[in-house]
């Protein structure tokens, strides 16, 4: 598919953030956006890059009454030789269509989304952070916009790409980071929406999230909603737990639980490494015993906004349980080393796992692509 580029005008640029040390996430945004419309007769239509702005919708679409929306998020990283990377895109791609056979909404071929994001970048390259752990993160969304007041698939539906430039997820940085157990709520049930990326997935977190941090912390470790036994994942991420010098992360096989990119990459480095890794289906009762008789070695999160987050307090009723002394564990700084070396090319990258933009002069012809008249 030809996707049309028309620029912003000059005068509609905004300035670039000065301090790349306060880009905090998901504050900024750059010049311009990627769209395009699907529709049962016509498949995907209308591709285009133009200037960041509000998209039109009906009162009555049905995004907005039914929640029929997926989304994904990804990073472009810039690497030593002022290149661009993206970290395996193709399975963002693959997920996007996951999350959108579950909520009934098009397909989009995996060559169409890469071209989207690379004709995105091309126009919006400067936006990209120059600073080691900065990046551009990178939002695409699918929305059921076709007005209607009645439960049904959509069949007109919006597909939309923005980014911006970001820092660390976390107020506290790679540092240790403070969870407590959700006992009150559920987050998702087997058969749900719980391996999906879609605004209800995280809709129904927000409540036990707010309620964390006006407690203190950082985020919420879910427990299974069957019988609030078994740890799932973390509000932003999945979770790790290092016992007796062997990973454990809970399964996918219920269905609750996010299908990380960082997670499968971390399993896969710690298995190329010769550490043991397992999934298995892991209780906050084995968890507190494992820190009671000291062989809970480290706790830590792997998602694409934290990358690695080691986790250094855990509460659960009532009582805090220290991780690792509240320090950062051995293998979460390794891992965090890991990655992100790969990501901004600064360590080898034996599994393939990069995905390299080769950029060109902006007002050059960019390969597959029309350019349209301002």
């Not at 580029?5 to 000059?10: K, V, W």
């Not at 940085?173 to 929406?193: D, K, M, Q, W």
């Not at 220290?322 to 990501?343: D, H, P, S, W, Y």
Request: charge should be neutral; glycine fraction near 10%.
């Amino acid at each position: 598919m030809a996707i049309t580029i028309q620029p912003a005008s000059p005068q509609s640029l905004r300035p670039k953030p000065a301090d790349e040390s306060k880009l905090g996430f998901g504050k900024l945004y750059s010049d311009h956006m990627f769209s395009m419309r699907w529709k049962p007769d016509t498949g995907w239509t209308e591709a285009k890059v133009e200037a960041f702005g509000p998209i039109g919708l009906s009162p009555a679409a049905l995004v907005l009454h039914y929640g029929q929306t997926i989304f994904e998020g990804l990073k472009a990283y810039r690497n030593q030789t002022g290149g661009l990377n993206l970290f395996r895109p193709l399975e963002n791609c693959r997920r996007l269509n996951r999350s959108a056979q579950r909520l009934d909404l098009p397909q989009i071929e995996e060559s169409l989304f890469i071209e989207a994001i690379e004709a995105l970048l091309h126009l919006d390259q400067d936006w990209v952070p120059k600073s080691y752990g900065s990046s551009l993160y990178i939002r695409p969304t699918m929305i059921a916009t076709e007005p209607y007041i009645g439960l049904k698939s959509a069949q007109d539906v919006l597909m939309y790409i923005i980014t911006g430039p970001v820092g660390a997820y976390y107020p506290e940085g790679f540092n240790p980071v403070r969870i407590t157990v959700c006992e009150n709520y559920s987050r998702a049930a087997p058969g749900g929406l719980g391996a999906v990326k879609t605004a209800a997935n995280y809709a129904a977190s927000l409540l036990a999230a707010k309620e964390a941090l006006t407690h203190g912390y950082t985020q919420v470790l879910w427990l299974d909603a069957a019988e609030r036994k078994y740890v799932e994942e973390v509000g932003s991420m999945n979770i790790f737990f290092k016992i007796a010098g062997e990973v454990l992360t809970p399964p996918l096989s219920s269905g609750t639980i996010l299908p990380g990119i960082t997670r499968d990459s971390v399993i896969a480095l710690l298995k190329q490494w010769g550490i043991p890794v397992r999934e298995h289906r892991l209780s906050i009762g084995d968890v507190v015993a494992a820190q009671e008789n000291g062989t809970l070695e480290e706790v830590f999160g792997a998602g694409t906004a934290a990358v690695i987050s080691p986790v250094g307090l855990l509460e659960y009723k009532g009582k805090h349980y220290n991780v690792a002394e509240g320090t950062t564990g051995k293998l979460a700084n390794r891992l965090f080393e890991e990655l992100m070396g790969i990501q901004y090319g600064t360590r080898p990258d034996p599994m393939g796992w990069i995905h390299s933009v080769a950029l060109t002069q902006k007002k050059a012809k960019i390969p597959k692509v029309t350019m349209a008249a301002v």
